[in-house]
């Protein structure tokens, strides 16, 4: 394994490489969305969700217009289950450990907040209708109780240059939804080239309810 020479393996080892965190690092942790916290997550049209199955660890993108996690009290948050691609990792994972961890990202601010707990998946008629858009509503909600609410400071984003626009990728220079699928088999090259010619109007045409493309 690359770097196994000099593995670090216990937490003296690792305590001594960094210096001892400043006391307000550890004592910004909250064990409830405080009216702070909850104005920054109203502004967050986009969050990733990671979870903990039998197969190990997964992180999910989920995104919406801002407020789309709504604040439902100091202790709870409730998170759509939009349409996507129907593998249900995030939903699988959660029957098998409810422990969840959410990051949440506000376009042009540094800071973003992260947030421990545990979710339970529900079909409740009236938590989904407070969901609906353009008549169609979540086929689950996330009902998040929150352990740990804290924020993170802005020097990864600033180092990511992540809202600076001139440090865009061009999408042009990358491979496709369709080359990616092609390369795993699941599509030929023509296939690929199909997909990819329609896609962004099958999202758009898709993007709350709908068939499944993959």
Same mark, same amino acid.
Request: hydrophobic content about 40%; charged content about 25%.
């Given at each position: ?116 707990? @545990? /979710? ?12 609906? $858009? =353009?008549? +169609? #509503?979540? *086929? ?47 599509? @030929? /090259? ?12 099958? $999202? =758009?045409? +898709? #993007?709350? *309810? ?5």
């Amino acid at each position: 394994m690359i770097g196994d020479r000099h593995r670090v393996t216990d937490p003296d080892t690792l305590a001594r490489l960094y210096p001892q965190p400043v006391r307000r690092a550890l004592d910004k942790e909250s064990p409830v969305v405080t009216p702070a916290y909850a104005a920054l997550i109203r502004a967050a049209p986009f969050a990733v969700v990671a979870t903990r199955g039998p197969h190990g660890l997964d992180c999910s993108p989920r995104g919406d217009g801002p407020g789309f996690v709504q604040v439902h009290d100091p202790h709870t948050l409730l998170l759509p289950d939009r349409r996507g691609n129907n593998r249900l990792d995030t939903l699988r994972n959660l029957l098998h450990d409810p422990a969840v961890a959410l990051l949440f990202l506000v376009p042009g601010v540094g800071e973003t907040v992260r947030v421990r707990g @545990t /979710a339970a998946i529900t079909t409740d008629p009236e938590l989904r209708a407070g969901f609906a $858009v =353009a008549g +169609t #509503l979540p *086929a689950t909600v996330l009902v998040i109780t929150v352990q740990r609410v804290y924020f993170q400071c802005q020097r990864a984003v600033v180092r990511a240059r992540l809202w600076d626009p001139e440090s865009r990728v061009d999408r042009a220079g990358l491979p496709s939804a369709g080359d990616l699928q092609a390369e795993a088999g699941v599509l @030929t /090259a023509e296939e690929a080239a199909a997909y990819d010619a329609d896609l962004d109007d099958y $999202v =758009a045409r +898709t #993007l709350y *309810a709908g068939p499944t493309k993959a």
